[in-house]
C-alpha cells in the first residue's frame, strides 16, 4: 500500500463530530466500501459511504472518529492501495441512525482508478474444492478480493453494469450476498454462481483429456486466450513451436504451487514471494541441473525457465482434475506432475484473440480445441514477467495483474498521452501526479497490432476520463506511432528514443534536475539522424545532452544485421584488421565474402553505437547463434553461459567521451570455450562502463546514474552495474515500474512531454524538447 497526502483537520478524539473523508487510490471493486461499514459500526458511527469519480467519498459521525480513521488506514483490504485520505469537518446531523452504502454517484472528471486482475483468493479456493459448496468446481468463482477488474471493465465507476458482467442477471442468492456489506461479495462485480453466472463450452476434464492426448488447447483466460500443451510431451511442444511460428523464443510454464516448481527451478523466498502474489506473473527463474523430464524445444539453451502459477479458476481446475478431485485445499501444497506450456493464442507476432469467434477463425490451423466461455473480455492483456534483478522485481513485460496500477511522478503534470516506438509496444496516459502505462501492446509490423495500438488508446483515455493537451511519440518519423501521433490533432512532441529510456527510470523513481544516464540498446534514431544505442546522456527534463557514447561497429545489411549475430562479428574483425577470418569462419551461415567486401567498401552498412549490436558480435565471434531465429535469442543464450564474469584488463579504450570495446572482441577468440567467453564479456563490458561513467559523474557532481535500454534486461549486466557503482559510493536507478526495453518508452515519452508541456504553459514558448549533441 502507498500512502500519501494524508490530512486531517486535528485530533478527531472529541465528542459529537461528524467528518467528510476523502479517499484516492485504487479503492474501488476492492472491498474498500465494505471495510469502511465494518469499521464504523465497530465504533458505533453513523453516516455513509459511496464511490464517485474521485475514489470513495464518506461521512461518519460519533465520539470515536479518530479510532476510526486510524483503523481506516491500518486495515486497508487486501488488493487496495491508498495514495490520499483527506478530512474535514462538517455539520453535524441530528437523529441520523445507522451507517449505509450509498449507490455511486458518477459524473464529473476522473480521478480514481481500476485494480488490476488478481488471483483466486484462498476463501474462494476453499469454495472451489468443497463439494458441500453451491460453487464447488464453477470456473468463474469470484469475490471482492480476487478475480478480473481491468479485463473486464468498460467505463469508471466500477461498478457491474460498466463491466462485461452487465449481460448476467443476479439470481436471488447471489443477489442477497451482493447487497449485504457483511458478505465479503458485498458488490463484487463479477460475482456470479453456476445458476446465473458465464459458461464455459468444455468441462475441465473434457480440456485435460485434450491435453494429456498431446493435442493443442486453446483456452480463453482473463486477457486473452493461452495455447496450452503438456510441457512433458516433445512432439507437442515442438508442433506448438511450429504452427505458431514461435522461432526460438521460450515457452513458460504453468505448475500448480511453488513446490511443484521447485522441481525444476531454483526458488529463493523473494521469487517465491513475487510467484504466489495476487498478480500471478510469468517469474524467470534459474533452472536446475536435475529437472524431471521437459521437452527440449520450452527455452533452448537457456539458463532460465519462465514459471507462473494457476490465476484462474478454471486452472486451479485442471491441477484440481489431475490430482485425482480431491476434497478441501490440502492437495493444493504438494507437488504434482501437470506440467503446462501456457503461452498466448496469437498467430506470427498479431495480438491475443479474446473473442470468441474471432478465436475460433484465428486460431483454426493452430489449437486443435478452442475452450471458450460466454463472458467477455474487454481488454487484451498478456501475462506479466518478471525477474528478480539486484533485489528487486524487475518487468520484462508489463501485463496482466500490473495493469493499470499507475506510477506515482513526483508531481502532478499536464494530461498527455505518450504512443511509444515501434517494438514492444506500450502507450501512456498522465493523470495528475500518476501516469498510466498500458499493458504490453507488442510490435507494429502488422495491422492487427497496430489496430491494437489504437484500441488500447481509445481505452485508457475513455476508462481514465483524460482529455490529453499533447501527445508525445519517437523522433523516427516512419514509426507508425509517429504516424498515428501527428493523424490526433494534438500539438505533436517528438522524444529522443535513448533520452525516453532514461527519462523513464527517472520519472518512477522520481528525480528532477539534472542526471545521468545510460541507455544501453538495440536501435534509437539519434538527434543526427544516426543508429544509436550505446549512449551516456545528461538529462535535465525536456533537455538532454549527449556527452558519450559507444564507438561505431558497422552493421553488414543493416536490420538484418540483428538476427545474424555473425555479420556483426564480421564487422569486428574487419576493424580488427583480421577480415581473412571472416569466410573460415562464416561461409556455412551466409555470403561471408560478400559481407567482407560491403564492409571494407561500406555499402549498405550503416555505422551502428548499439550496446545490442556489440552483443551480437561477440556471440557471432563466440559462435553462438551466428544466426537467430529473433532478436536478442543469442545475447539471451549468451548470458545463460555466464557463471563467474571477470574483466579483462585494458579490454577497452576511452577517448573523448567514446568508449571502445574492441580490445574485448579481440580477446574472445583466447577463451577457452563460450563460457569462458560469456563470463570474459560479461566481466569487461560492465566494469569498462563503470570506468567509462564515474569520472563524468564526478565532474559534475552527481551521486547516482540512471540505467536503461533492452541490455538491461540482462540480469548479469544490470546486477553488475547495479553492484559495482554502489562500491564505488553511486547509487544505480534501475528500471522497476516499467520494462526496461522499449516497452518502457511510453513512460518516458510521456514524462518529457509533459515537462515540456508545462513549461510551456508557464512560459508561453515554444511547444517541444531540446536536444543538445556535445
Not at 717 to 738: C, K, M, V, Y
Amino acid at each position: 500500500m502507498a500512502q500519501s497526502e494524508d490530512r486531517h483537520d486535528e485530533d478527531w478524539h472529541d465528542k459529537d463530530r461528524r467528518i467528510r473523508v476523502r479517499v484516492r487510490g485504487q479503492v474501488q471493486g476492492v472491498g474498500f466500501r465494505p471495510r469502511v461499514f465494518t469499521l464504523a459500526c465497530r465504533f458505533g458511527l453513523t453516516g455513509w459511504v459511496l464511490n464517485d469519480a474521485e475514489g470513495v467519498l464518506l461521512e461518519v459521525q460519533g465520539t470515536l472518529a479518530g479510532d476510526f480513521l486510524a483503523a481506516l488506514t491500518a486495515e486497508v483490504p487486501p488488493l487496495a492501495r491508498i495514495d490520499a485520505i483527506v478530512s474535514e469537518h462538517v455539520p453535524l446531523l441530528p437523529g441520523e441512525n445507522g451507517f449505509e452504502i450509498r449507490h455511486s454517484r458518477t459524473g464529473g472528471g476522473m480521478a480514481t482508478g481500476i485494480g488490476p486482475d488478481a488471483t483466486v483468493c484462498p476463501d474462494c479456493l476453499a469454495e472451489l474444492f468443497d463439494p458441500a459448496d453451491r460453487r464447488y468446481r464453477y470456473a468463474f468463482l469470484n469475490c471482492t478480493h480476487c478475480g478480473p477488474r481491468y479485463t473486464i471493465t468498460r467505463r469508471l465507476p466500477y461498478d457491474r453494469q460498466q463491466t462485461s458482467m452487465a449481460g448476467f442477471p443476479l439470481c436471488p442468492t447471489c443477489a442477497a450476498e451482493y447487497g449485504d456489506p457483511a458478505d465479503r461479495r458485498f458488490h463484487a462485480q463479477p460475482t456470479a454462481c453456476p445458476d446465473c453466472g458465464p459458461r464455459l463450452s468444455h468441462p475441465p476434464e473434457e480440456i485435460l483429456v485434450h491435453i494429456s492426448a498431446g493435442r493443442i488447447v486453446a483456452i480463453k483466460g482473463l486477457g486473452g486466450f493461452h495455447l496450452a500443451v503438456d510441457a512433458g510431451n516433445g512432439d507437442a511442444v515442438e508442433r506448438l513451436r511450429r504452427v505458431k511460428q514461435r522461432n526460438g523464443k521460450p515457452f513458460a510454464l504453468m505448475v500448480a504451487n511453488a513446490r511443484s516448481a521447485a522441481r525444476f527451478v531454483h526458488l529463493d523466498a523473494d521469487e517465491r514471494r513475487l510467484l504466489e502474489s495476487a498478480a500471478r506473473p510469468v517469474v524467470l527463474l534459474r533452472r536446475r541441473a536435475d529437472t524431471p523430464p521437459l521437452a527440449p524445444a520450452i527455452a533452448p539453451d537457456l539458463a532460465w525457465l519462465g514459471v507462473m502459477l494457476p490465476y484462474t479458476p478454471l486452472h486451479y481446475l485442471l491441477f484440481h482434475e489431475a490430482a485425482g478431485r480431491p476434497s478441501g485445499t490440502g492437495w493444493l501444497d504438494e507437488a504434482l506432475d501437470l506440467t503446462l506450456v501456457m503461452t498466448s493464442a496469437n498467430p506470427g507476432g498479431e495480438p491475443l484473440a479474446i473473442d470468441n469467434d474471432e478465436a475460433h477463425r484465428r486460431l483454426a490451423g493452430i489449437a486443435d480445441v478452442v475452450v471458450d466461455h460466454d463472458r467477455d473480455i474487454v481488454v487484451r492483456a498478456d501475462d506479466s514477467v518478471v525477474r528478480m534483478v539486484a533485489g528487486a522485481p524487475a518487468f520484462l513485460r508489463r501485463g496482466r495483474g500490473f495493469v493499470p496500477v499507475p506510477v506515482r511522478l513526483p508531481r502532478a503534470v499536464p494530461p498527455v498521452l505518450a504512443v511509444g516506438g515501434h517494438l514492444k509496444s506500450t502507450v501512456c496516459v498522465t493523470r495528475g501526479s500518476e501516469a498510466f502505462l498500458s499493458q504490453h501492446i507488442g510490435d507494429l509490423d502488422n495491422a492487427a497490432t497496430v489496430d491494437f495500438l489504437e484500441e488500447t488508446v481509445g481505452h485508457l483515455l475513455h476508462v481514465l476520463g483524460v482529455e490529453p493537451v499533447a501527445v508525445a511519440h519517437d523522433l523516427h518519423p516512419d514509426f507508425h506511432s509517429t504516424r498515428f501521433a501527428e493523424r490526433l490533432g494534438l500539438p505533436t512532441v517528438p522524444v529522443q528514443h535513448h533520452h525516453a529510456h532514461v527519462a523513464a527510470v527517472l520519472a518512477e523513481h522520481g528525480v528532477e534536475g539534472p542526471a545521468l544516464g545510460l541507455a544501453l540498446d538495440g536501435f534509437g534514431l539519434g538527434s543526427d539522424g544516426g543508429s544509436w544505442g550505446g549512449e551516456m546522456l545528461l538529462v535535465d527534463g525536456p533537455v538532454a545532452q549527449r556527452i558519450g557514447h559507444l564507438a561505431p561497429l558497422a552493421q553488414p545489411g543493416g536490420d538484418a544485421a540483428a538476427r545474424q549475430p555473425w555479420r556483426m562479428a564480421a564487422a569486428a574483425l574487419v576493424r580488427l584488421n583480421r577480415a581473412d577470418e571472416i569466410a573460415v569462419r562464416f561461409n556455412r551461415f551466409g555470403p561471408a565474402d560478400g559481407v567482407r567486401r560491403m564492409i571494407e567498401r561500406g555499402i549498405n552498412c550503416p555505422l551502428t553505437t548499439s550496446c545490442g549490436r556489440w552483443f551480437d558480435a561477440a556471440c557471432g565471434l563466440l559462435g553462438i547463434r551466428p544466426t537467430a531465429g529473433f532478436e536478442g535469442e543469442a545475447p539471451m543464450v549468451l548470458e545463460s553461459l555466464v557463471r563467474h564474469p571477470r574483466a579483462v584488463v585494458g579490454a577497452w579504450r576511452i577517448d573523448g567521451g567514446v568508449l571502445d570495446l574492441l580490445p574485448l572482441l579481440d580477446a574472445l577468440p583466447t577463451a577457452s570455450d563460450a563460457a569462458e567467453g560469456a563470463d570474459l564479456f560479461h566481466g569487461t563490458l560492465t566494469a569498462a562502463l563503470i570506468d567509462w561513467t564515474l569520472p563524468v559523474l564526478r565532474e559534475r557532481g552527481l551521486q547516482r546514474v540512471a540505467l536503461s535500454g533492452g541490455c538491461l534486461m540482462n540480469g548479469v549486466l544490470a546486477e553488475g552495474l547495479a553492484s559495482g557503482f554502489a562500491a564505488a559510493g553511486i547509487e544505480a536507478l534501475l528500471p522497476r515500474q516499467a520494462p526496461a526495453n522499449d516497452g518502457g518508452l511510453s513512460l518516458g515519452q510521456a514524462w518529457v512531454a509533459a515537462s515540456s508541456v508545462r513549461e510551456t504553459l508557464q512560459k508561453s514558448g515554444r511547444n517541444g524538447i531540446v536536444f543538445r549533441a556535445e
